[in-house]
C-alpha cells in the first residue's frame, strides 16, 4: 500500500493501514510512505481537520517557501517564524479537553510539536508513528525509493460488489485509454472488463483473473469521478491521490466503517466522519483499534 505523508491523517488514513493487520497480530502489514515527490498545496501534508465547538476546524502550518520549488517532500522545511505550535496546542486542548482520553496522551502529542523536527516530513512521520504506537495499529512502514505517478501503467482498482477490482492501465485512470487501446463502448471489442481480485491484487500489483463479477470501465471512471480510485503498482494498492481534502471519498464506506463514534459536540454538531485521527483516539482511547478494525465500541 502507498500513502502521502500527511499531518494528523485523517481516520480513513489509518483505516486503511489497519486493515492489513490481523488481531492478535502476525507479521505487520508493509506500508509505504511517499517521500520523492514534490510539495504539494492544499493537501493533508500540512492541515487537519478537528472537532471544535463551533464544528469542523481546519489547523495547518507554515512551510518555508523560499527556494522550496523543486525540492522533494523530505527536504520543506517547517516554518517556525510565527507562534503556530502554541495556537495548535490551544486549539486542540479547546476542542478536546473534556474527552475522555485526551489528559491521558496530550503531553507525548504535544512533545512532538514542541521538539519543532526540521522538516515536514520529520514532524508528519514523527505524528504517524505516535498514533500508530497508542492506537495499537502494527505496520512495516517504509519510504518509496522513487517517484512513479498516481496511474502511470498499473492497474486501476475500486470497490465493488464483488470486492476489489483490477485492470491494466496503459498509462493513466480508467476510462482513459489511447487510440491504439481505447476504453469504453466505441471499442471494437466493446467495454473494458475489469477481474475481480480476492481481497485485494496479486502480488506485483497485477489483477487477478477471475469469470465472475467482471465490471466495465464505466464502473471505474465513476469512482474515479467520486475520488475512489486506488492504482496498484510497484508499492502496492496507491491512495495518495484518493485521500485530499477537497475530493470525497468512501473509504470508510468501503471498509465498513461508517458507524458513529462518540463525539464531544455531536449533540450539537451531529456525528462529523473522517476528521484528524486525534478525534478517534482522544474519544475513543484504547478502543480506537476495535472501531478501525471494525470492532464495536465499550462507550
Known amino acids: 500500500m502507498l500513502l502521502g ?15 492489513g493487520m490481523t488481531i492478535p497480530p502476525a507479521t505487520p502489514p508493509i506500508v509505504y510512505i511517499e517521500a520523492r515527490e514534490s510539495y504539494r498545496k492544499q493537501s493533508w501534508r500540512n492541515r487537519c481537520r478537528i472537532y471544535a465547538a463551533d464544528g469542523p476546524e481546519y ?11 523543486g525540492i522533494p517532500i523530505t527536504g520543506i522545511k517547517v516554518d517556525y517564524t510565527t507562534p503556530w505550535v502554541v495556537k495548535t496546542e490551544r486549539a486542540i486542548s479547546s476542542a478536546y479537553e473534556s474527552s475522555a482520553y485526551y489528559d491521558h496522551y496530550k503531553d507525548d502529542l504535544f512533545a512532538i510539536l514542541d521538539s519543532r523536527p526540521e522538516t515536514l516530513f520529520e514532524l508528519d512521520l514523527r505524528i504517524i508513528r505516535f498514533f500508530l ?60 472488463r475489469f477481474e475481480p481480485c480476492p481481497g ?10 477471475t469469470a465472475d463479477n467482471a465490471v ?37 464506506r468501503d471498509l465498513g466503517l461508517e458507524k458513529p463514534y462518540f463525539q464531544v459536540f455531536a449533540r450539537k ?19 480506537s483499534i476495535l472501531y478501525l478494525k471494525n470492532g464495536i465500541s465499550s462507550r
Open 200 to 209: 485485494k491484487c496479486g502480488p506485483e500489483g497485477l489483477p487477478v483473473t
Open 216 to 252: 466495465t470501465a464505466d464502473t471505474i471512471a465513476t469512482a474515479s469521478a467520486t475520488g475512489t480510485v486506488a492504482t496498484a503498482g510497484k508499492y502496492g494498492e496507491d491512495y495518495r491521490d484518493v485521500l485530499h481534502p477537497k475530493r470525497p471519498n468512501t473509504v470508510l
Open 5 to 19: 505523508i500527511a499531518y494528523f491523517p485523517p481516520v480513513s488514513y489509518f483505516a486503511l493501514i489497519a486493515k
Open 59 to 69: 489547523l495547518n502550518f507554515p512551510i518555508v517557501h523560499e527556494g522550496s520549488r
Open 269 to 287: 454538531h451531529g456525528f462529523i466522519p473522517d476528521l484528524s485521527i486525534m478525534d478517534l483516539l482522544f474519544n475513543e482511547g484504547p478502543d
Open 133 to 192: 504506537q497508542k492506537i495499537g495499529i502494527q505496520a512495516d512502514l517504509r519510504l518509496t525509493e522513487d517517484y512513479i505517478p498516481a496511474g502511470a501503467g498499473g492497474p486501476v482498482c475500486a470497490e465493488s460488489a464483488g470486492g476489489l477490482v483490477c485492470a491494466e492501465s496503459a498509462g493513466g485512470l480508467a476510462g482513459s485509454g489511447s487510440d491504439e487501446n481505447p476504453v469504453g463502448a466505441g471499442s471494437p471489442s466493446g467495454p473494458r
